[in-house]
């Protein structure tokens, strides 16, 4: 069983940054692909960025509409994932959630992964 807790959200204005952070439990956090996720009212919750950890390293990847802006990392020892969101826009306004899986197909589709978190809320005033 795993647990995740998000932080770091808040309401900020358009071109700021936020940097999210979950902190997962478990021994076994380095096995699994994290990724995060939004939801913005009435809408589907929306693939957002996902890493992955090999004995080879990460690798990561982002939706369109953030590449070049948010940035996925992962620290094993903490067991935590981190998304440094820079540039925001008030699109990115949305419940972020973090999740882990070991994702078998694509990392953007939600039923890949098992675990989730509450969300945080960030809202990007324009």
Request: a positive charge.
């Amino acid at each position: 069983q795993v647990q995740l807790v998000e932080s770091g959200g808040g309401l900020v204005q358009a071109g700021d940054s936020l940097r999210l952070s979950c902190a997962a439990s478990g021994r076994t956090f380095s096995s699994y692909t994290m990724g995060w996720f939004r939801q913005a009212p009435g809408k589907v919750r929306a693939f957002v960025a996902a890493i992955t950890w090999s004995t080879s390293g990460s690798r990561t990847f982002y939706t369109d509409s953030v590449k070049g802006r948010f940035t996925i990392s992962r620290d094993n020892a903490k067991n935590t994932v981190y998304l440094q969101m820079n540039s925001l826009k008030p699109e990115d306004t949305a419940v972020y959630y973090c999740a882990a899986g070991w994702v078998a197909g694509s990392l953007a589709s939600r039923e890949g992964y098992e675990y989730w978190g509450q969300g945080t809320q960030v809202t990007v005033s324009s």
